[in-house]
């Protein structure tokens, strides 16, 4: 075995000592959003922009535009049938204003089961 | 039976004549029809008033700040931009019929020369460089904007009045009228989804204006700061919104919509540099 | 014996200066002239045509746009991961920007 000297010893706790830092830095990474954070935010679902939830207390809005979110188990029985409205309206109405969420990729897949998830129980 | 043939031949050229203007105003009134079935309550007149005809708390919060309008210094500055003379002696007033009043609600034109829309924004920068002037840019609030602020004031109360005549004129209607209802950005909305098909409806806290009056009230100052806005920066605004890259402010595209958008206003009254939130 | 040490001393030194005249070759690909990998370097400059296209036919997304700035953002820290991943986004909304204009136009109601 080769005798290591003092610097390569030093340079392999520097490398160590580095591992753990980084370690640290990934740990205080942003949590990961919830359905309603991403249905709320207005830079991703943005849902409360056209739909009233008149079963959520904290949804706030004026809007009239669209049909209240409410009741949802019982207006889409296939959940699958929820998910393709929200990843593209225009293919059940054309002339839908309802921006297609998958389609042009606002909301990950990931994120459009959250959102569902979380719609799917108002 | 010759007399017949002449008496039917003209009156179809009469048809294809009045068929060159006939799109257009359809295209107008089936507009407008549409809002006064929904909103039979609103006045014609009142459309000028957009998102504030459904809303009287807003309409009083407008009405406060129009009888003593905080912008009025910038308005000053336009007016100052508007009488010094070029370095050749002429004024602006020289190069529009009556010194410029009453004007406004002609523009957009279509220069048949040329083949393009005029707006009255690019009159104001011809006049500049028929005398010598350099042109103002458009997108620029601080001169185009101020200038326009002014110039357009001198219209007030003029009904709009675009003409829309020959084949050129009405290609570029039609691209303006396909602007407006084609989806744009990533949010995928089109003019025409909103200002037509959803007049009146709410979108999060703000009404949605009817299209047939929102081409009148230009400039505009809006919210807190009071911020100058053409109509063509508002319509920069509008594709930002729904994720679009903003086109040419004054570029062709813009025109051509503005030409299209102005005409769904014919027969109100035009009422330069007011307040908007 | 010693021939042969030379002889991959030799070798050693050719492919270590290949190998520094190779990535200067793909440096001078990327706008920072710094040494992203070839496969960031390449989605990069595809990135920068899919948006020039997009722009050309007034169908650019701010979402492709902004992308694009923050692949270039990533290519002057010479983060090639980064690089990969905003210029894929950059290049999919472009062409989304782009597949938006054979939409139908809206019906009014």
């Known amino acids: 075995m080769y005798p290591f000297p003092t610097s390569i010893r030093a340079a392999g706790a520097c490398l160590i000592l580095m591992a753990g830092f980084a370690q640290a830095v990934r740990a205080d990474e942003p949590k990961v959003p919830t359905g309603q954070e991403l249905a709320f935010d207005n830079r991703k679902g943005n849902c409360l922009a056209c739909h ?36 593209d309206a225009s293919k059940v109405n054309a002339d839908t204003l309802m921006p297609p969420f998958g389609k042009h990729k606002i909301l990950s897949d990931d994120e459009i089961n959250k959102v569902v998830d979380y719609i799917y129980g108002l | 039976m010759k007399q017949l043939i002449w008496i039917l031949s003209c009156l179809g050229w009469l048809a294809v004549a009045a068929n060159a203007q006939a799109a257009p105003e359809d295209d107008r009134l089936s507009v407008v029809k549409a809002v ?39 308005i000053e500055k336009g007016a100052k931009l508007w009488e010094t003379p070029f370095k050749n002696g002429k004024r602006y007033a020289d190069c529009f019929p009556r010194g410029g009043k009453n004007v406004v609600g002609n523009y957009p034109m279509f220069d048949a020369a040329s083949k393009k829309v005029v707006t009255f924004e690019m009159a104001l920068n011809q006049c500049r460089t028929a005398n010598g002037e350099t042109a103002y840019k458009h997108s620029d609030m601080n001169t185009m904007g101020l200038l326009t602020a002014y110039a ?49 409806n709410v979108l999060r806290t703000e009404y949605l204006s009817m299209a047939p009056g929102q081409a009148t009230h ?20 509008c594709n930002q919104m729904v994720r679009l890259a903003p086109l040419e402010i004054g570029g062709e595209e813009y025109n051509n919509l503005e030409y299209y958008h102005s005409y769904l206003s014919n027969g109100l009254p035009l009422q330069a540099s007011v307040f908007r939130k | 014996m010693n021939v042969f040490r030379v002889a991959v001393r030799i070798m050693a030194a050719g492919s270590v200066l290949l190998g520094i005249a190779g990535s200067a070759a793909h440096a001078a690909e990327n706008t920072a002239g710094a040494a992203l990998t070839a496969d960031a370097a ?27 700035a923050q692949a270039q953002d990533a290519a002057k820290k010479q983060d090639s991961a980064a690089v990969i991943k905003h210029a894929a986004t950059a290049s999919e909304q472009a062409f989304l920007g782009m597949a938006q204009l054979g939409y139908p136009l809206t019906v009014d109601h």
Request: glycine content about 8%; aromatic content about 12%.
């Open chain 1, 52 to 87: 009233a939830m008149p079963g959520e207390p904290k949804a706030v809005t004026s809007t009239n535009i669209a049909p209240p979110l409410i009741s949802m188990k019982e207006r889409f029985p296939e959940r699958a049938k929820l998910y393709a409205q929200v990843w």
């Open chain 2, 36 to 74: 006064q079935k929904k909103y039979p309550e609103i006045k014609f007149e009142d459309y000028v008033h957009g998102a504030l005809a459904f809303s009287p708390d807003a309409k009083a919060q407008y009405d406060a700040v129009m009888t003593f309008p905080p912008y009025d210094a910038e």
């Open chain 2, 152 to 200: 357009r004031t001198l219209s007030d109360g003029m009904k709009m009045n675009v003409k829309v005549e020959g084949k050129d004129a009405l290609a570029a209607y039609e691209a303006g009228k396909r602007f407006f209802h084609q989806r744009r950005g990533q949010l995928n909305f089109s003019c025409a989804g909103c200002h037509i098909s959803n007049v009146g």
């Open chain 2, 218 to 237: 230009w400039p505009a100052f809006r919210g807190g700061d009071y911020t100058l806005f053409t109509l063509q920066r508002r319509y920069a605004a």
């Open chain 3, 42 to 68: 390449q989605a990069l400059s595809n990135a920068v045509f899919v948006v020039d296209l997009a722009k050309g036919k007034s169908a650019l997304w701010t979402t492709a746009a902004g992308a694009l």
